[in-house]
């Protein structure tokens, strides 16, 4: 990785590597939009930390979440600070109780969030609804699709992401939607 490469992702730069190889793998290659999602490469130790648990020690991304405003969101710690609400990328192999690789995760009681990858004008595109949306399931899945189909695309942390009063920000009435979700049991049931 040369030194280029590295300043795209702030953190730990052994970690930065891992992220780029990590995009790579879902088309994201442009170091000038790369810069502007804000990714923190985090070690092991700083994602558990981040985290709150154990559970979750490998290296991993902080992909930062912000609204139509392009503002960065935050939530409220049960300890009552103010944080930045982000999802972490896991890049190590952590299995669930059932044995699915948990690929994703955020801290505890941060809610749900949409995600709006901070490439587009979500103002201007909220408001109008000529305007095509995809809505995808993955922070990747959007950011791809913004940089390889040139539509705004909406990620959700998953399925049950549509609970979020976040869509209230958009003017849904006579707007093309197309929702691209992944093929799980989970949305099919919603769909």
Same mark, same amino acid.
């Given at each position: 990785?040369?030194?280029?490469?590295?300043?795209?992702?702030?953190?730990?730069?052994?970690?930065?590597?891992?992220?780029?190889?990590?995009?790579?793998?879902?088309?994201?290659?442009?170091?000038?939009?790369?810069? *502007?999602?804000?990714?923190?490469?985090?070690?092991?130790?700083?994602?558990?930390?981040?985290?709150?648990?154990?559970?979750?020690?490998?290296?991993?991304?902080?992909?930062?979440?912000?609204?139509?405003?392009?503002?960065?969101?935050?939530?409220?710690?049960?300890?009552?600070?103010?944080?930045?609400?982000?999802?972490?990328?896991?890049?190590?192999?952590?299995?669930?109780?059932?044995?699915?690789?948990? *690929?994703?995760?955020?801290?505890?009681?941060?809610?749900?969030?949409?995600?709006?990858?901070?490439?587009?004008?979500?103002?201007?595109?909220?408001?109008?609804?000529?305007?095509?949306?995809?809505?995808?399931?993955?922070? *990747?899945?959007?950011?791809?699709?913004?940089?390889?189909?040139?539509?705004?695309?909406?990620?959700?942390?998953?399925?049950?992401?549509?609970?979020?009063?976040?869509?209230?920000?958009?003017?849904?009435?006579?707007?093309?939607?197309?929702?691209?979700?992944?093929?799980?049991?989970?949305?099919?049931?919603?769909?």
């Amino acid at each position: 990785m040369t030194n280029d490469l590295a300043g795209m992702i702030r953190g730990d730069v052994a970690v930065a590597a891992l992220v780029l190889a990590d995009l790579k793998k879902s088309g994201i290659t442009e170091s000038d939009e790369i810069k *502007k999602l804000g990714l923190e490469a985090l070690t092991a130790e700083r994602t558990a930390a981040l985290t709150g648990s154990n559970f979750f020690r490998v290296p991993s991304y902080a992909i930062p979440y912000f609204g139509i405003d392009r503002k960065p969101m935050t939530y409220q710690a049960p300890s009552g600070k103010l944080l930045p609400y982000v999802r972490f990328k896991l890049l190590g192999g952590i299995k669930s109780k059932d044995a699915k690789v948990i *690929k994703y995760t955020q801290p505890s009681g941060s809610g749900i969030h949409l995600y709006l990858p901070p490439l587009v004008d979500w103002a201007a595109v909220a408001k109008d609804p000529k305007r095509k949306i995809l809505i995808t399931e993955g922070e *990747k899945k959007s950011i791809a699709a913004i940089l390889h189909l040139g539509i705004p695309t909406i990620g959700t942390g998953g399925v049950w992401s549509f609970k979020t009063p976040d869509l209230n920000g958009f003017v849904w009435k006579d707007r093309d939607v197309e929702i691209a979700y992944d093929g799980d049991p989970a949305a099919e049931d919603c769909l």
